[in-house]
T-cell receptor
Framework: NAGVTQTPKFQVLKTGQSMTLQCAQD?????MYWYRQDPGMGLRLIYY???????DKGEVPNGYNVSRLNKREFSLRLESAAPSQTSVYFC????????????FGPGTRLLVL | GQQVMQIPQYQHVQEGEDFTTYCNSS?????IQWYKQRPGGHPVFLIQ?????EVKKQKRLTFQFGEAKKNSSLHITATQTTDVGTYFC???????????FGKGTSLLVTP
């Protein structure tokens, strides 16, 4: 089992460019999440998908869109990147029931110039 | 959403010293989870506490959930350089799905 995988690992964008961060999990989890991590700010939830076919905003959704492509895949899109979106992005997944331990991917380090 | 406050933000100890990080909430929490993130790595689940006054141990790590379920602590006995990283507490958000994370405590251990 690969767990949660994310691509790309690193990306440099210019202001105004767009890109999609990909995430996939092979644990048959129902729920998937996107977080961003900035120094001193901890992990902040951007969007989550409780189950296939549903998505909901988290704490910091502005400037992002998501797609739950199927049960395995959950992508995050930046339509017009801004320097404020320079961050490390983590995808996570969790099963249903209980208190939902989250399993994180290795992260995507994004720099917007 | 509900916020949990973690203190301290940073801690620097000599190898062999003990370390404690605290997670505090103004409201009652249904559960608390702890995660560890090594430098350059991703958060990894350590443990979950659910019951009032619960205490769980993992080798040198002791986790506690307060009687009022408003605070939690992680204590490491005799730290080692492998304990270096950031420790996050997290609790289940009102949505029932997402987690609200504290800002973390970064631990540095010098030999």
């Amino acid at each position: 089992n690969a767990g949660v995988t994310q691509t790309p690992k690193f990306q440099v964008l210019k202001t105004g460019q767009s890109m999609t961060l990909q995430c996939a999990q092979d644990m048959n989890h129902n729920s998937m999440y996107w977080y961003r991590q900035d120094p001193g700010m901890g992990l902040r939830l951007i969007y989550y998908s409780a189950s296939e076919g549903t998505t909901d905003k988290g704490e910091v959704p502005n400037g992002y869109n998501v797609s739950r492509l199927n049960k395995r895949e959950f992508s995050l899109r930046l339509e017009s990147a801004a320097p404020s979106q320079t961050s490390v992005y983590f995808c996570a997944s969790s099963g249903s029931g209980g208190a939902k331990t989250q399993y994180f991917g290795p992260g995507t380090r994004l720099l917007v110039l | 959403g509900q916020q949990v406050m973690q203190i301290p933000q940073y801690q620097h100890v000599q190898e062999g010293e003990d370390f404690t990080t605290y997670c505090n909430s103004s409201t009652t929490l249904s559960n608390i989870q702890w995660y560890k993130q090594r430098p350059g790595g991703h958060p990894v689940f350590l443990i979950q506490l659910v019951k009032s006054g619960e205490v769980k141990k993992q080798k040198r790590l002791t986790f506690q959930f307060g009687e009022a379920k408003k605070n939690s602590s992680l204590h490491i006995t005799a730290t080692q350089t492998t304990d270096v990283g950031t420790y996050f507490c997290a609790h289940q958000a009102n949505s029932g799905y997402a987690l609200n994370f504290g800002k973390g405590t970064s631990l540095l251990v010098t030999p």
